[in-house]
Every structure is written in structure tokens, then in C-alpha cells.
């Protein structure tokens, strides 16, 4: 046998390294969760908490 006839065919498409698609879409979605900035609160609730008197 000779020497190109040993080799191993490339394959079309990469392989994914056992990470499962259930995995990868988790790992996105807590990423997005950390990397997004908290919201304004809502100037409704602002306002209806400064009219609460405070507890003594």
C-alpha cells in the first residue's frame, strides 16, 4: 500500500467534538443572559414606591 492510499479522507464538514446541539443552545442562551445589561425599571414603579410612606 502506498502512501496516498493510506490517507484518511477529509471529511466535508467539521465534527462537533461530542458537545450536544441541547448543550451548545444552553450555553448560548446563558451567555446572552449574562452579557445583557439589566433594564430601567419602569417609571410606574418608580413613582408608586416613593408615594409609599416608609415603615418605622
Known sequence: MSATE??????PYALAGGVSMRDL???????EAVSTPPRMPDP????AGAERPEAA
Open 44 to 47: 410606574e414603579t418608580v413613582r
Open 25 to 31: 443552545l444552553a450555553s448560548c442562551a446563558a451567555a
Open 6 to 11: 493510506n490517507r484518511p479522507r477529509p471529511q
